[in-house]
């Protein structure tokens, strides 16, 4: 459980940092840095694994 909470707000939080760093990132991925899909990818694993293991607990098995 700490695990996907971990990721989830890592992800959220530095994808806040990365809006308002100063550098001039010039990859860009559908008008994203490179690091705000990072983040964002970071958090959606953290969704995916927090489902996954509600699913797992709910299908009666241990959860992780």
């Keep these: 459980f700490m695990l996907s ?10 994808f806040v940092i990365e809006i ?3 550098d001039d990132n010039p990859t860009r991925i559908a008008g994203l840095s490179d690091q705000q899909v990072f983040s964002l ?3 959606l694993l953290g969704v ?3 489902a ?3 699913w ?3 299908a009666g ?3 992780a």
């Design 5 to 14: 909470v971990y990721f989830v707000l890592y992800g959220l939080l530095r």
């Design 20 to 22: 308002f760093r100063g």
């Design 41 to 43: 990818s970071f958090a």
């Design 48 to 50: 995916v694994f927090f």
């Design 52 to 54: 996954y293991m509600a």
């Design 56 to 58: 797992r607990r709910r």
């Design 61 to 63: 098995g241990k959860a």
